[in-house]
């Protein structure tokens, strides 16, 4: 089995809103996944995109895809300080394929788009518990900055 890196297509939503609900049931907060279908379609492939991604999809023998193993979602971030910035929304490599290099593989495609896109850089956010995170992000020389809150409202 070979790993292809590609950025995600409109028929890829399904499967990517099941990988969504995957890290929501990880980060304990299942029942925060509202957004339906039709809205996340609409939201990444309508007439104005507000998000991107790049898929880690297994290819079988065959030269056929198979399953998508693992995505990073980006938008873009306006910073007043440095510009555009690329925020990445999630990246998950699923609980079967993990170890096997994957999440290099998409954190990699992220920073050649943000470059190719010049953006001022890549900013996200991780749960402090998430240890297997922290320490990916770490390889990366990622600075951690635990001076803001997190702060949101529903409308």
């Avoid at 029942?31 to 339906?36: D, K, L, N, P, Y």
């Avoid at 991107?52 to 300080?81: C, H, K, P, Q």
């Avoid at 998409?106 to 001022?120: Q, Y």
Wanted: charged share 25%.
């Amino acid at each position: 089995m070979s790993i292809n890196i590609r950025r995600a297509e409109k028929k890829d939503c399904p499967q990517l809103l099941e990988l969504i609900k995957e890290l929501a049931l990880y980060e304990k907060a299942p029942q925060e996944v509202t957004v339906t279908l039709a809205h996340f379609e609409e939201s990444g492939f309508g007439d104005k995109p507000v998000w991107w991604a790049f898929v880690a999809v297994s290819v079988n023998e065959a030269g056929t895809e198979d399953a998508i193993l693992g995505f990073a979602m980006y938008y873009i971030r306006y910073s007043t300080w440095k510009g555009q910035r690329m925020y990445l929304e999630d990246i998950l490599v699923t609980e079967a394929a993990r170890g096997k290099g994957i999440g290099k593989l998409l954190f990699d495609a992220l920073i050649t788009e943000a470059k190719e896109k010049n953006f001022s850089g890549i900013v996200w956010q991780v749960l402090e518990w998430n240890e297997p995170a922290i320490n990916f992000y770490k390889k990366y020389n990622a600075s951690f900055d635990g001076e803001w809150i997190n702060c949101s409202i529903n409308v």
